[in-house]
């Protein structure tokens, strides 16, 4: 009898307590999360959406919308540079060692639609399939 009297007393101390500090950000049917090396940023994927977070400070850094699916995120072993892969056939990579996410580079391939790069004898041209990149970075962030 005492226990649960003195649980009783106890939860609504438990209630009122802070809560853990969360990351702002929508979660989808699939949403996956890529860390930095060192745990200071966040990169939360939803397919057709990435948001950057800083995590120490709990603060959305950038949101980028509109992107048409995500082939790849990676961040740099360091930490300081973000590459993700959009199809069709972009590449793009992200200074994210600041306070603010910032375009560094990004790379488009080209993608007529038609032909392929093998076609079989006296098939009909097959269609170019567009794709996507990843990014895999060199041990010392060089490459």
């Not at 057709?48 to 995590?55: N, S």
Request: aromatic share 10%; with cysteine.
């Amino acid at each position: 009898m005492r226990k649960n009297f003195l649980l009783l007393l106890l939860l609504p101390t438990l209630a009122w307590a802070e809560p853990a500090p969360q990351l702002q950000c929508q979660g989808g049917e699939q949403t996956l999360v890529r860390l930095s090396a060192d745990g200071s940023r966040a990169a939360m994927d939803g397919g057709r959406t990435l948001a950057i977070f800083d995590v120490d400070r709990h603060k959305l850094l950038r949101t980028m919308e509109g992107l048409v699916h995500l082939t790849g995120c990676q961040f740099s072993p360091r930490g300081n540079l973000l590459a993700i892969g959009d199809y069709p056939r972009r590449l793009t990579v992200f200074d994210c060692d600041g306070p603010e996410v910032r375009k560094r580079w990004e790379f488009r391939g080209t993608w007529s639609g038609k032909g392929a790069p093998f076609e079989p004898r006296h098939a009909a041209p097959a269609v170019e399939y567009p794709g996507g990149y990843t990014a895999l970075w060199s041990p010392d962030c060089k490459y």
